[in-house]
């Protein structure tokens, strides 16, 4: 047996074990310097993801101008143009009536009549102490011509002749007296026939046959019927004091009623109280409006609506974007470089989703809506285009 030890005739050699330890080296610094790599890539990521994150994100709106001009809507209430209540002027027992509530009537058209048995029997003795009044003044005028002819001589006085001619001059006036009161009792028979005083209709019939009538109005008689004019109406709006200067004689407005809400009416101002009222801050407008077809009612409700015109330095933004702070009420706008700018500005009028801006910004102006909380002047914030703009600016 051989003493030599025995060797593989494949054994790696010394160097090329050294080269794989190298390159095994060189694979593990690789991998660690690619981990470090990718961690600090997250990590500037993370970083300007954060950041980005702190920038608010704010949508813009363009301040817009209505080429319509706003509108102003108000209640009123519909009146007849002429109405008149009808009240007797004799007593007496109603005897008939001929038109009831809705019934059309020319002027003078008979409505009712009034029985007067009281004011006949005065008619009849004032007749009679005509004739007697006329009896003695022909009597006096008799014997005032026969002491006038004796005038003159010696057998009577001038005294006597005197009471003779006065007496008949009292006499006559007694005569005219009584015609007098015949005449006014016989006027006062007329107004038993109640008659309408103008075209119109009859909105209210308030007595019957064989009621008790008293003349007069208030406590003492009681409204027989009422007549009004309705081939048009009035219209009486409370206008709130700013709103005033804007709605003149002259002004039109739509009309709506609820009985006819998909109707449409046009009414005119045609007299305003220019007075304001200091327990509600508005003043009394008068409109006009047609009411040939007989739709509308007096007494009604109705609703106007009234386009304003249009101011040349006004404009509109969604009341969302105001700011209400110790600085008062303002705006805030993008400027320059991204960054906020905060501006004060003045409200003309207040449409509930919108308002309207007298002064503070100009057309130009990029308006942030709905602010976020804590937005101060000077922040840089990001623009977030949404689906909407996106859309414009395709």
Known sequence: MSSETAF???????????????????????????????????????????????????????????????????????????Q???FARVNGYLKSWTVDIGAPVKAGQLLAEIETPELDQQIL???????????????????????????????VAQQDVDLRTADYAAKEAIVASAKANVERLVATKGFARIVAPFDGMVTARDTDVGALINAGSGGAGQQLFAVSEVKQLRVYAQVPQN????IHIGTTATLTVPEYPNQQFSARVVASADSVSSGSGTTLVQLLVDNSNGKLMPGGFASLNFTL?????????????????????????????????FKKVKIDRDFGDSVEIGSGITANDRV??????????????QVAVTDKKAAAHG
């Open 84 to 86: 008149a209540p009808i």
């Open 309 to 341: 015109p249009v101011a040349a330095d006004s404009l509109r933004v969604p009341a969302s974007a105001l700011v209400f702070d110790g600085r008062g009420v303002s705006l805030a706008t993008l400027g320059e470089n991204s960054r906020v700018l």
């Open 243 to 246: 709103y005033a200067p804007s």
């Open 125 to 155: 003795q004032a007749r009679a102490d005509l004739q007697t009044a006329q009896a003695n003044a022909v009597v006096a005028g008799t014997t005032a011509k026969r002491w006038q002819a004796l005038s003159g001589t010696d057998s």
């Open 8 to 82: 593989p005739t494949n054994a790696p050699s010394r160097r090329k074990l050294v080269a794989a330890g190298v390159i095994g080296v060189l694979i593990a610094l690789g991998v660690v310097a690619a981990g470090i790599t990718l961690r600090a890539v997250d990590a500037r990521k993370l970083k300007t993801w954060t950041d980005a994150q702190a920038v608010p994100t704010v949508s813009l709106i363009e301040p817009m101008r209505d080429p319509k001009g706003p509108s102003l809507q108000l209640p009123g209430r519909l009146e007849a143009y002429s």
């Open 368 to 381: 942030i809506d709905a602010p976020p909380d804590g937005l101060v002047d000077g922040e840089t914030v």
